[in-house]
């Protein structure tokens, strides 16, 4: 049985998408965080036939060719065995397949080879689906294996005409359609297994005498079946992985589809959800067991959320680390790390390069930006720390805020380990606060504070020692 033969895949993107109405290539809308185009490559790299993996996908690539190109390329890893290829003048999809074709070596093994084509819009079509194509086109010894699927209104899909045997005769396509064809509900989403030996010589035999005067890859069908090969068909039973994206109403369908997907992959897994519907969690994500999402939770890029931990209500996390056990409530962060034990939020904002250390509390209407904070330190109200340093169980008094911008740089403000801020201080940066120093309430600090000292006035006088007489009761 020839079941082992090598694999490979040709999607046509070349396209416009005009009814995306965008400046952006269809094929490159976002979907969960994911270029929709990517999705579909990730389904054609995970296939799995008797441990086999595709040997190479051939992208055919027009409208908008560069973009799509390093996009994908940005999106997916370096390992994916994925080629460019692109066809100058859009005539159609059997001449876009002929060009992608051309990318193949003529060479030694081509009668054993099955190639995979399809579309390039169609994000939720999953592995398991191309792997019973495959399985069907090679246990059936077809020159060419077509999914097929049945919608109550086929309208704008090309039709599947059956001859009196029941067999895939060809397919037209709906502007060259008479009115019995027009009728048929079975349709073609354009997902298709050929041997490619048989594929090549068919494309050469296609004209474009047709409604749209393109080359079209579904006259192949018929070119195939009248040499006398034959065609087996495959009828998807779920219609919405087959579904075609051609415009935004499409798209968030299929996102929707998508996060559905994801969300169950998730609660599976061992997270909580309170509500699935109204939690966003991006495809490139990862959550360890027993992490609780409330309501509103949206999670993206390369989030992680540690074992235990909360997010949520209403909070929004982009390529953030979250520890173990910590609650995020209300907040918004971005390339951010939150340690375990960590309480965040309500109503917090973490910007880029803020960092907290385990069992550090940042309380309501607290923004961070490129600050480290060590463990157990404590912001709790109504502050604005940029490019710092917090030493261990430091505490930083409501109404913080660190000057770091002199209108031309940026500077650090350093403050040791067990500070007390005191409310509504100015750090005039760059300055450092020693260990265990204080700062009154009010104060506006422009010189460095030694260890143990306190910083009082404006600008503060500096009272050496004063922390060890405060000890002492004097
Ligand atoms: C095609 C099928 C139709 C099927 C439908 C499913 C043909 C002739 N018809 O129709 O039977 O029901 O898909 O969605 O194949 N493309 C290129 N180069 C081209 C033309 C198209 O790369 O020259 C790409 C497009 O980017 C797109 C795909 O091929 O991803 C389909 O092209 P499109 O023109 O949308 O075909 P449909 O009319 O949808
Ligand atoms: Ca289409």
């Known amino acids: 049985m020839a079941l082992q033969r090598p694999l490979a895949a040709i999607v046509l993107a070349a396209g416009e998408g005009t009814r995306m109405r965008s400046a952006t290539p269809k094929v490159l809308h976002p979907l969960a965080g994911r270029p929709m185009l990517a999705h ?39 390992s994916t065995p994925v080629d460019f290829v692109e066809q100058p003048v859009q005539r159609g999809t059997g001449d876009a397949t002929a060009v992608a074709l051309s990318a193949f070596s003529e060479d030694a093994g081509l009668d054993e080879d099955d190639v995979v ?22 246990e059936s010894d077809a020159a060419a294996t077509l999914l097929t699927m049945h919608l109550a209104d086929p309208t704008g899909y090309g039709r599947i005409v059956r001859d009196a045997r029941g067999q895939v005769a060809r397919i ?47 006259d192949v069908i018929g070119v195939l079946r009248d040499a006398g090969h034959s065609v087996s068909a495959l009828t998807a039973e779920d219609h919405l992985e087959c579904m075609g994206v051609n415009d935004r109403v499409q798209l968030s369908a299929a996102e929707r589809v998508l996060r559905e997907r994801i969300n169950t992959r998730w609660m599976r897994e061992g997270v909580t959800m309170v509500d699935p519907s109204a939690t966003y969690i991006d495809a490139s994500v990862t959550l360890e067991a027993d992490v609780r999402l409330l309501p509103g939770t949206i999670l993206e890029g390369t989030t992680r959320v540690g074992a235990g931990a909360s997010i949520g209500p209403n909070s929004r996390l982009i390529n953030t680390q979250v520890g173990e056990r910590s609650v995020v409530q209300s907040t918004n962060a971005r390339d951010s790390e939150i340690g375990p034990d960590c309480t965040v939020g309500p109503y ?29 330190a404590k912001i709790p109200h109504l502050a604005y720390i940029g490019d710092a340093k917090i030493g261990a169980r430091s505490n930083i008094g409501a109404g913080t805020i660190t000057a770091n911008y002199d209108g031309k740089m940026k500077h650090q403000s350093v403050i040791g380990a067990d500070v007390r801020i005191g409310s509504n201080t100015v750090l005039r940066a760059p300055v ?37 007489r405060l000890e002492e009761g004097s």
Request: glycine share 8%; with cysteine; charged share 25%.
């Open 117 to 138: 084509v399809l579309v390039a819009d169609v994000p939720l079509l999953r592995h398991e689906t191309i792997e019973e194509l495959v399985l069907l086109h090679r």
């Open 348 to 376: 917090a904002s973490l910007r880029p390069g803020t960092r907290l250390a385990a069992g550090v509390h940042v309380g309501t209407y607290v923004e961070l930006k490129n600050v480290e904070v060590d463990e157990g």
């Open 172 to 218: 037209v396509e709906q502007s060259d359609a008479d009115e019995s064809e027009l009728a048929i509900t079975e349709v073609n989403p354009a997902i298709y297994c050929f041997k490619r030996s048989l594929l090549a010589p068919a494309l050469r035999r296609l004209t474009a005498t047709n409604a749209q005067g393109e080359y079209y890859l579904t």
């Open 432 to 468: 450092s606060i020693g260990d265990g120093a204080y700062t009154a309430a009010g104060s506006v600090v422009t010189r460095d504070v030694p260890p143990g000292a306190l910083a009082k006035g404006v600008p503060a006088e500096i009272d050496e020692g004063w922390a060890d």
């Open 40 to 78: 579909l490559v990730d389904a054609l790299t995970a296939l799995s036939i008797d441990e086999m993996h595709i040997d190479r996908v051939v992208v055919v690539v027009g409208h908008g060719a560069e973009r799509v190109t390093t996009t994908l390329q940005d999106a997916i890893s370096a």
